[in-house]
């Protein structure tokens, strides 16, 4: 059975999306600690090309889960990954946003940033992950 395309564009802005959070939280954590000046400037090439090319290899991962079975195909799983990449792109700018805000005028600190961003990401895909058990 053919899986419908909307599903499959869904899937894979899901695994797109939460490749490139994840990655963006490390990134911010690591140019916090300053590993590029202790490591080179070979590393921190490497991990700009791994924010690129990571979201590409996410979307082929979500596309391949939902298409061999590992991810449902109902409706309602259907909404809930529609909802989670909403989240994913929505919630981590509004928790920096408001952690800023809470804080102080001005942008939030690097660590702030990075541990926000990895702690909403982990929420909405464990969410997302214990939502559909009864399916």
């Known amino acids: 059975m053919s899986v ?6 869904v899937a894979s802005l ?5 490749v490139w959070r994840t990655l963006s939280g490390i990134a911010a954590l690591v140019r916090w600690l300053w590993l590029g000046e202790l490591v080179g400037n070979g590393s921190m090439a490497l991990l700009l090309i791994s924010i690129v090319i990571g979201p590409v290899v996410g979307a082929g991962a979500g596309d391949a889960a939902l298409r061999h079975g590992y991810w449902s195909r ?5 909404r809930r990954r529609l909802a989670a990449v909403a989240g994913l ?4 700018f509004l928790a920096t946003t408001a952690a800023g805000w809470l804080l102080g005028n001005g942008p ?3 660590p702030l940033y990075g541990c926000l961003t990895l702690s909403v990401t982990t929420a909405v895909v464990l969410g997302l992950a214990g939502s559909g058990r009864h399916e």
């Not at 899901?14 to 939460?18: F, Q, R, V």
């Not at 792109?89 to 981590?92: A, D, G, M, R, S």
């Open 4 to 9: 419908p395309a909307t599903q499959r564009v």
């Open 14 to 18: 899901l695994g797109a999306t939460a």
């Open 74 to 78: 109902h409706r309602r799983a259907h």
């Open 89 to 92: 792109l929505v919630l981590p």
């Open 108 to 110: 939030p600190s690097l």
